[in-house]
């Protein structure tokens, strides 16, 4: 029993999201409290859903995250550009790169410094690598979760593909490391473009197959239609981002809406939407992304200009004193780095917004009044990396 | 008592028989297990399956597996109700076994004769709901729980379909006797022709699909594995188990699935008999063709398993109530009137 | 509608049944393997005779898994009458492989290229303190450092690396 010293009492009101996350075999009040999580098949990753049952309906539940916090902002405190970087990699590990790109864009802002265009191209590539290597995943996974224990294996296959590319240019399958203040570290390898067309090509021809066997199959479909319907108003308010709130109908893209950053403006492609709002469309939204993503890769390995990779920047790099916000179009959602420099090699403070943690914030309203199983497809279609909840 | 043409004692035939059904459900749930769950499943999944264990190609991993299950500990929580855990696989396995005793596998080679086989072989099939709800509750876990409430739900509702199907069969052959109806499909006609005897799959294909769907659904295997979402629930009433229990719920899953196909193959396909092949011949090869059509319709049914994502438990007895029954009615209905026309 | 869903269930069991007949994609490691590409960072490989002591790659790591001492000895001039010239010489060089992140920080940052990438991964342990690798065995990796390949076309070429 822990004493509370005088002036720190906490408003109770606070602490009413803790009622009723007791674990227990005793069922109070008729409802049933399940705890699932944090070790959990269906929460990918260390999350703790508290949810209260009346049968098999869910009452209320409330997400319990924190179970992977590493300390990232702190971390940043203590490390130069580079380091941070590194680290940066890890916080959405499935497309690592992506991560990386607004927090160097960040940087470049303040130095006034442009990447040359061949970098700039290469880093839309690479960004659009990542893209469709976590949805390839997500396709495989959410197959999964309702049942289907087949897709898997064939997202993890179709994958390696676009993990051996970005191993190729990179060295690094999950942490490419490859962005640098200025441009890229490297050039890309003799042979790359060409089977980068080939890939893309079997990208494509995966995704044909998920459409069959996951898309296409009437009881995926009955378990995802109509199924944690998110409106476009209620996902906005809650800070909901990238396919998931595509998928209720909205049409923002970063990419294209947002401030002008890497190569989207030379490339031919298009914003998909679906008006529904529920678990199957934003599985289809993002099935179209990833070919969408796919086209684009071609469309930038055929167009890809000749020049240096790197601007022309100092040895030791020290950022001059200011305060930039860059957000941009993550897999998961808009992601964005608040980076406040004091002139020195490293950051002052960086804060990071990652969009897990606001798409995961709806779950308390989402989930009311589901079932069990459509808790699981639900946790599924909103794609959230833990990493990215927590940083 | 005569085992073949044998005349031994009573005891002694008691002590074969059960020692052949016995050593038969473990054997044949081992080379399902093996066939369908690894090797199968790897290859829809593009991938190989065990291929280190015994050397060629793994065949040693479910055997090695069931050593390993026997060598742990048998852990009960605290709060379970331990004589009714410790009971529960036993009961399921029980039922598994029961099933065996009316299949025929050759002219002669039966263990029990029943003359009212078919009505045998469903009613005890059915035991297993007692076990899994007996797991389910006594483990003293909301996972459990929730998953032996849906357990009952599903297969009780699936008795329905599962019954009326064989029905059809029935009709159509006039016995309930298993042997008497694989009788009937080798020596019967297809509306006067009888080049390859009667096969009732032919005729009674709807039968055989919703055989299959229910047989499927009483497995509790995917699209309608609610009770055991591996991902939701995490093996749902088997949560709690381990070591030797949890292999007996595992064999008894590959044990009924052996079982259903075995009852599927000698209601539809023609269990052991060959059109034209009689006498000793039939003796002879009668294990080996239905090892065959058991195979083949349990790779139907592990095809559907590796393929589809799994019902919610209210689609699942929508599915039932509302489509399945109504068809086995029907079903019912043509098969009477055309029995009675020809 | 009815003809949709049985025909969305048969190709969905389509698909799998062809998958079941092309060949698995699974390399059986160890008895067949894959070559990683010559970038995949697997491995730090230290030449010794290039490192001059100067603890940039020590200081520059994120979770500083490098540690080196050495000392410094004189060396004779290099023209007659000229001022001695000191050396570093390397007496530790040590990279503690269970901290190491696999950056690349280290390899970029030496300004002597005294530290390559190797694309060798096989190097597991049973324990955690044998992953602590001395200047010893990162010299023997130097045999493992491939040659960079080739760039794609349209990329400048520039003097160096």
């Not at chain 2, 044990?255 to 034209?276: D, E, I, R, S, V």
């Not at chain 3, 300004?111 to 001395?134: K, N, V």
């Given at each position: 029993m822990t004493v509370t010293p005088p002036g720190f009492e906490v408003d109770p009101s606070l602490l009413r999201h803790l009622d009723g996350a007791q674990i227990g075999v005793e069922l109070d009040n008729g409802d049933m409290v399940l705890s699932m999580g944090p070790q959990h098949p269906a929460t990918h990753g260390t999350l703790r859903l508290v949810v209260r049952l009346d049968g098999e309906r869910v009452v209320a539940a409330d997400p319990v995250i924190g179970y992977m916090h590493r300390g990232y902002e702190k971390l940043t405190e203590f490390r130069t550009y580079p380091q941070v970087t590194t680290l940066v990699n890890r916080i959405d590990w499935l497309s690592s790169f992506a991560n990386e790109v607004p927090f160097v864009h960040a940087a470049e802002k303040l130095m006034e410094v442009e990447a040359p265009p061949r970098a700039e191209y290469i880093r839309t590539a690479l960004t659009e690598l990542a893209r469709v290597a976590t949805f390839l995943l997500f396709?495989?996974?959410?197959?999964?979760?309702?049942?289907?224990?087949?897709?898997?294996?064939?997202?993890?296959?179709?994958?390696?593909?676009?993990?051996?590319?970005?191993?190729?240019?990179?060295?690094?399958?999950?942490?490419p490391n490859f962005n640098r203040i200025g441009g890229l570290k490297d050039d890309l390898p003799w042979g790359w473009v060409a089977e980068c067309r080939s890939a893309m090509r079997k990208v494509l021809d995966a995704c044909d197959d998920f459409e069959d066997l996951v898309l296409g199959n009437p009881i995926f479909e009955k378990r995802t239609r109509s199924i944690g319907i998110i409106p476009a108003v209620i996902g906005a308010s809650y800070g909901v981002s990238g396919s998931n709130l595509r998928a209720s109908g909205v049409d923002w893209d970063l990419r294209r809406d947002g401030e002008p950053y890497l190569a989207y403006r030379d490339l031919d492609w298009k914003v998909w939407t679906h008006p529904d709002g529920d678990s199957f469309s934003r599985y289809w939204v993002r099935l179209q992304e990833t070919r969408e993503s796919a086209r684009m890769v071609l469309q930038l390995v055929d167009g890809l200009p000749s020049g240096?990779?790197?601007?022309?920047?100092?040895?030791?790099?020290?950022?001059?004193?200011?305060?930039?916000?860059?957000?941009?179009?993550?897999?998961?959602?808009?992601?964005?780095?608040?980076?406040?420099?004091?002139?020195?090699?490293?950051p002052f403070r960086v804060k990071i917004r990652s969009a897990s943690f606001s798409n995961v914030s709806i779950l308390p309203w989402l989930l009311k009044g589901c079932y069990v199983p459509d808790v699981i497809s639900i946790l599924a279609s909103l794609y959230f990396i833990l990493g990215d909840i927590d940083r | 008592m005569s085992i073949l043409a044998l005349d031994i004692g009573w005891g002694t035939t008691l002590a074969v028989k059960t020692l052949v059904v016995m050593l038969l459900i473990p054997l044949g749930a081992l080379i399902f297990g093996y066939v369908f769950l690894?090797?199968?499943?790897?290859?829809?999944?593009?991938?190989?399956?065990?291929?280190?264990?015994?050397?060629?190609?793994?065949?040693?991993?479910?055997?090695?597996?069931?050593?390993?299950?026997?060598?742990?500990?048998?852990?009960?929580p605290e709060k379970a109700d331990r004589h009714v855990m410790a009971l529960a696989p036993f009961i399921v396995m029980l039922s598994t076994f029961l099933v065996f005793l009316v299949v025929p596998a050759g002219p002669r080679i039966v263990v029990a004769p029943l003359d009212v086989g078919v009505f045998y072989a469903l009613a005890v099939s059915s035991l297993s709901v007692i076990g899994v709800v007996m797991a389910g509750w006594a483990s003293a876990n909301k996972y459990a729980l929730i998953s032996a409430l849906r357990a009952t739900g599903q297969l009780i509702a699936y008795e329905v379909p599962l019954v009326l199907a064989v029905v059809g069969v029935v009709i159509q052959s006039g016995t309930m006797s298993l042997q008497g109806i694989v009788l009937a499909q080798r020596d019967g006609a297809i509306f006067g022709w009888d080049g390859i005897g009667h096969p009732f799959v032919l005729t009674q294909i709807v039968g055989f699909t919703l055989f299959i769907v229910a047989a499927q659904a009483e497995l509790t295997q995917p699209p309608f594995d609610m009770p055991v979402a591996e991902s939701e629930i995490v093996g749902g009433y088997m949560v709690e188990y381990s070591g030797f229990r949890f292999l007996l719920?595992?064999?008894?899953?590959?044990?009924?699935?052996?079982?259903?196909?075995?009852?599927?193959?000698?209601?539809?396909?023609?269990?052991?008999?060959?059109?034209?092949?009689?006498?000793?011949?039939?003796?002879?090869?009668?294990?080996?063709?239905?090892?065959v059509k058991v195979m083949f319709v349990a790779f139907l049914m592990f095809w559907a398993r590796f393929t589809y994502p799994r019902m919610r438990e209210d689609q699942l007895q929508a599915l039932a109530w509302k489509w399945l029954i109504p068809i086995a009615l029907v079903n019912i209905l043509v098969t009477g009137a055309l029995k009675v026309v020809f | 509608m009815v003809m949709r869903e049985v025909k969305g269930m048969l190709s969905g069991l389509g698909v799998t049944l062809r998958t079941m007949f092309e060949p698995a994609v699974t390399v059986q490691y160890p008895h067949e393997s894959e070559d990683p590409p010559i970038r995949a960072r697997g491995v730090i490989a230290l030449k010794e005779e290039s490192c001059t002591v100067c603890m940039l790659c020590c200081r520059s790591c994120p979770d500083w898994c490098i540690y080196i001492e050495g000392h410094k000895e004189k060396r004779p001039p290099r023209r007659e009458g000229g001022r001695e010239r000191t050396a570093g010489i390397l007496d530790r060089f040590d990279i503690d492989y269970a901290l190491c992140m696999y950056c690349g920080i280290c390899v970029e940052v030496?300004?002597?290229?005294?530290?390559?990438?190797?694309?060798?991964?096989?190097?597991?342990?049973?324990?955690?303190?044998?992953?602590?690798?001395?200047k010893n065995k990162l010299g023997d990796w130097m045999t493992k450092v491939p040659e960079p390949g080739p760039l794609e076309s349209g990329a400048q070429v520039k003097g160096k690396k």
């Open positions: 396709l495989g996974e959410m197959g999964l979760q309702v049942g289907a224990i087949t897709p898997t294996f064939y997202g993890f296959r179709d994958r390696e593909y676009v993990l051996n590319l970005i191993e190729g240019a990179t060295g690094g399958r999950f942490h240096p990779i790197m601007a022309k920047v100092p040895r030791v790099i020290k950022v001059p004193p200011g305060e930039v916000w860059v957000s941009t179009e993550n897999p998961l959602g808009e992601m964005g780095y608040y980076v406040v420099s004091k002139g020195s090699t490293g | 690894f090797k199968m499943m790897a290859h829809m999944q593009s991938r190989l399956g065990p291929m280190e264990s015994g050397g060629f190609h793994g065949w040693f991993q479910l055997v090695g597996d069931g050593i390993k299950f026997v060598q742990k500990e048998d852990i009960f719920f595992f064999l008894a899953e590959f044990g009924t699935a052996f079982a259903f196909a075995a009852l599927a193959a000698t209601l539809f396909l023609g269990g052991w008999a060959l059109p034209g092949v009689h006498g000793g011949a039939a003796d002879a090869f009668g294990p080996v063709v239905v090892l | 030496c300004p002597f290229d005294a530290l390559f990438w190797s694309p060798e991964f096989e190097y597991c342990a049973t324990d955690i303190r044998s992953l602590l690798h001395d």
